[in-house]
């Protein structure tokens, strides 16, 4: 799992993005809506439901309006994401912390998230330790990003997390003991003017955590030019995975 410095480095940047992370997030609105289009295909009632991430609350509004409960918990480890899920859920109980040690004191019906499993730098044992937090036939649902995510930065900088792929994710569903209800892995492609915005665009979202060094002006410069030099035009590649299963 995570070491302490690495989850407080990621959450350092995580909450210096929250105020702009909103208008840049395009990727993970869209991962979030198709995350609970598919869910509620599956089922739209739930008693219980457990929030992994939840931020600015981009998927707590999707599950609010699509999505019936009785109780909410949420998770984030930056404390200022509370106030934005109360916004939209006030009855939110919000646990602020690692994932993998919050005790919400009930067994869930569904355990849900956006865009963080991919933090998990073992997710064999992510999902071993949720397991245990959900109740019998209990849903988890989340959605990731795959092998390709980001090539172009990986491609200049050789930067990137354990980014696994759909296939892989759900044989560790599998042998964890997981019916698959729902998986799906795509791509989508973002442009920028230049590298310069393109890495606005990874700071503003709190993808810069990708790496706990900050970047000289002549970095970033030399980072540009090789980008330009490398790649015919300024994009991004996300390889977004979403994800359904059902404990049995």
Not at 51 to 58: A, F, K, P, R, Y
Not at 162 to 179: A, M, R, V, W
Request: proline share 2%.
């Amino acid at each position: 799992m995570l070491s302490n410095n690495q989850k407080s480095h990621i959450k350092k940047h995580f909450e210096k993005s929250m105020k702009n992370y909103d208008k840049n997030a395009t990727v993970q609105k869209m991962m979030a809506s198709k995350l609970v289009i598919e869910l509620s295909k599956i089922c739209q009632e739930f008693d219980n439901i457990l929030e992994l991430g939840s931020g600015t609350g981009i998927l707590s509004k999707q599950i609010n309006d699509n999505i019936s409960f009785k109780n909410y918990y949420a998770n984030d480890l930056v404390e200022k994401s509370k106030l934005y899920v109360q916004k939209i859920i006030p009855n939110t109980q919000f646990f602020c912390g690692s994932a993998l040690k919050i005790k919400t004191g009930r067994k869930q019906n569904l355990i849900i998230s956006n865009a963080m499993f991919q933090w998990f730098d073992n997710l064999d044992k992510a999902i071993e330790i949720l397991k245990l937090q959900l109740d019998k036939d209990g849903i988890l649902a989340f959605s990731t990003f795959g092998t390709d995510n980001y090539k172009e930065i990986t491609g200049l900088t050789g930067l990137s997390l354990n980014y696994l792929s759909p296939e892989k994710i759900q044989d560790i569903l599998s042998k964890q003991g997981f019916e698959i209800l729902y998986c799906e892995g795509f791509y989508e492609e973002l442009l920028f003017k230049n590298p310069l915005e393109l890495l606005a665009h990874m700071k503003n979202t709190g993808v810069n955590s990708l790496s706990d060094k900050t970047w000289t002006i002549k970095e970033v410069k030399d980072f540009c030019d090789r980008f330009n030099k490398k790649y015919p035009q300024t994009k991004l590649t996300y390889s977004p995975i979403i994800v359904i299963a059902r404990k049995v």
